[in-house]
C-alpha cells in the first residue's frame, strides 16, 4: 500500500512511524509546507521519500496531518483523485471540515479525529506509539463508500486504536469541552502566570500543578489558533462554563464559605469516577 502523508510534524510523523510499525509492504510518500521539516522527516526516517502535493494523488491512501483550515484548502485540491483514493484527515474539528468537502470526492473522504497528542510539535516530537490504545472519532460515515471506510477503520486498528463513531455536529461540541476550552485555560492561566511573575520566581515556586496545567500551553499555535476559530461557537459555550464555575469559586473564596467551597470541590472530585 502507498500512503501519502500531508504534515510531517507531530500527528503526521508519528502516524508515519506507526505505520511502519504495524503494517508490511507499506511506502510512505510525505508532503510539509515546510522545506525544513520535509527534510527532518526524511533524515529521521519518519517517510521513505519526499514529494509534492500533487505526487500524494498517485498514493492509495491521503493522511492529512495539517492544522484543520489546512485541511479544507487540502481537500479543494484533491478534486480530481481516483474513485479507489482513500482521504483521511486527523483534525480536531469535524463538522465544517466535511461541509467544506468538494461533493465528488466525499465518498473518499474519512473524517477522523484521533484522541491523541502531546504538547510538542514538529518532526522531532514524532513517536510511533502516539497513538496506539487510543480512541479515534469517525465522524458521519453514511456518506461514505464501505470501501474506503472499512479501508480506514483496518489503519486505525493496525496503529492499535479503539474505534468510536459520532455525528460531526456533536463531536465539536464534546471536543470544545474536553479538549479545546482546557487548552484555551491553558494558554490563559500560562499568560496569566507570565504578566505577574519574574522567570526567577516561576522557576523557583512552580510545583506539579503549576506543571501539570500549563503543559499543553507549549502546543502549537498555527494549530490550535485554527482549532479555536473553526470551533468558536462550542468553544465560546464551553469558556463561558467554566467562567461561570471560576466565578462561583471566587465567591465562595470571597465569602470564606467553607462549607459551600468543600462541596463544590468534591462535585468535580466525582469527575474521577468516570475517567
Not at 104 to 111: M, P
Request: net charge negative; with cysteine.
Amino acid at each position: 500500500m502507498k500512503i501519502g502523508i500531508s504534515g510531517l510534524g507531530l500527528m503526521g510523523g508519528s502516524f508515519a512511524l506507526g505505520l511502519k510499525k504495524n503494517l508490511q509492504d507499506v511506502k510512505i510518500t510525505g508532503y510539509d509546507r515546510s522545506k525544513e521539516h520535509a527534510f527532518e522527516a526524511l533524515k529521521l526516517g519518519l517517510v521513505d521519500e519526499i514529494a509534492d502535493f500533487e505526487a500524494l494523488k498517485k498514493c492509495d491512501v491521503i493522511i492529512l496531518a495539517v492544522p484543520v483550515e489546512a485541511i479544507i484548502d487540502s481537500l479543494k485540491n484533491l478534486k480530481d483523485i481516483s474513485d479507489q483514493t482513500t482521504i483521511i484527515d486527523l483534525g480536531s474539528t469535524k463538522e465544517k471540515i466535511i461541509k467544506e468537502c468538494p461533493p465528488t470526492i466525499r465518498q473518499n473522504f474519512v473524517a477522523a479525529h484521533p484522541m491523541a497528542g502531546r504538547e510538542k510539535f514538529g518532526p522531532t516530537a514524532a513517536t510511533a506509539n502516539l497513538y496506539r490504545d487510543k480512541i479515534v472519532v469517525l465522524c458521519d460515515l453514511e456518506e461514505n463508500v464501505l470501501f474506503h471506510t472499512d479501508r480506514a477503520i483496518e489503519i486505525f486498528e493496525a496503529l492499535g486504536m479503539y474505534i468510536a463513531y459520532m455525528k460531526s455536529a456533536d463531536h465539536d461540541r464534546h471536543a470544545a469541552y474536553i479538549s479545546h476550552m482546557p487548552h484555551a485555560v491553558s494558554f490563559a492561566l500560562a499568560n496569566s502566570v507570565m504578566k505577574q511573575e519574574d522567570p526567577k520566581s516561576i522557576l523557583a515556586l512552580a510545583a506539579g500543578g503549576f506543571k501539570d496545567m500549563s503543559r499543553i500551553a507549549k502546543s502549537s499555535p498555527d494549530m490550535w489558533s485554527d482549532i479555536f476559530l473553526q470551533n468558536r461557537e462550542n468553544l465560546i459555550e464551553a469558556i463561558e462554563s467554566f467562567q461561570k464555575e471560576l466565578k462561583q469559586a471566587k465567591e465562595l473564596v470571597k465569602n470564606a464559605d467553607e462549607k459551600a467551597l468543600k462541596e463544590w470541590m468534591k462535585s468535580a472530585n466525582e469527575l474521577h469516577k468516570i475517567l
